[in-house]
């Protein structure tokens, strides 16, 4: 079965402290790694898909990476706009399942 | 911009009562899907649909069912709510093939009594 685990499940930052959230997942064969963004009363926004170990995607302070057992996200000098819950999520190469499974995510707060 | 629009953003029903949820989306997506949201368990897979007509179920479909008449829309059916079925319902569409990037809507919370 298809696992995909988040950790911490809350992490409280002050503004500028940089930290990253991680992700592992245990899947028969990995497809594709997605960060997902989700602000309250809203649902899930997409941020990156990985594909392979050694990659990495960036946008503005956020940076994921991924090896072949978990990924992370690293946010560098975060702002406060940047409190949200963040959702790590996999599809696998099984072709009849075309859905993603997601973790239970990590509650970000950035305190100015 | 991509739109994936769910009809009700708040909704109570009483136990044993029939409830749809509805989800349309502009997008032209092969791709739909149905997730429910719980504290501490994340995202769950309800039901999915590849095609019109077509549908698959996720890793919870008990309690539930669904409908896929036209591309871009897609129902969700409780057919006797109960109260285990309280929960924040997610929408989301996805172009298909090898793009597997969710859409999501802005969910509906049912509230069940």
């Known amino acids: 079965e298809d696992q995909v685990t988040q950790s911490p499940e809350a992490l409280r930052l002050q503004e500028g402290e940089s930290s990253s959230l991680n992700c592992s997942y245990t899947?028969?064969?990995?497809?594709?790694l997605f960060w997902y963004r989700q602000d309250p009363g809203k649902g899930p926004e997409f941020l990156f898909t990985?594909?392979?170990a050694g990659e990495e995607k960036e946008k503005e302070r956020l940076k994921a990476t991924l090896t072949k057992k978990e990924s992370f996200l690293h946010i560098t000098a975060p702002k406060p706009e940047d409190s949200a819950t963040y959702l790590c999520?996999?599809?696998?190469?099984?072709?009849?399942?075309?859905?993603?499974?997601f973790g239970s995510g990590t509650r970000l707060q950035v305190q100015p | 911009d991509v739109k994936v629009t769910q009809s009700s953003r708040y909704l109570v029903k009483r136990t044993g009562e029939k409830v749809f949820l509805e989800c349309v989306q502009d997008?032209?997506?092969?791709?739909m899907f149905w997730y429910r949201q719980d504290p501490g368990l994340g995202l769950r897979l309800i039901y999915f649909?590849?095609?019109?007509?077509?549908?698959e179920k996720g890793d919870i479909p008990e309690g539930y069912s669904v409908s896929r008449e036209k591309k871009e829309r897609f129902s969700l059916i409780l057919e006797s709510a109960s109260t285990n079925q309280t929960s924040m319902y997610l929408c989301?569409?996805?172009?298909?093939?090898?793009?597997?990037?969710?859409?999501f809507g802005s969910g509906t919370q049912l509230s069940v009594l």
């Open positions: 990985l594909y392979s």
């Open positions: 899947v028969s064969g990995l497809r594709g």
């Open positions: 997008m032209d997506h092969e791709n």
């Open positions: 989301a569409s996805s172009p298909g093939g090898t793009n597997e990037k969710l859409f």
């Open positions: 649909s590849y095609d019109v007509k077509m549908k």
């Open positions: 999520a996999v599809t696998t190469l099984d072709t009849g399942r075309r859905a993603l499974t």
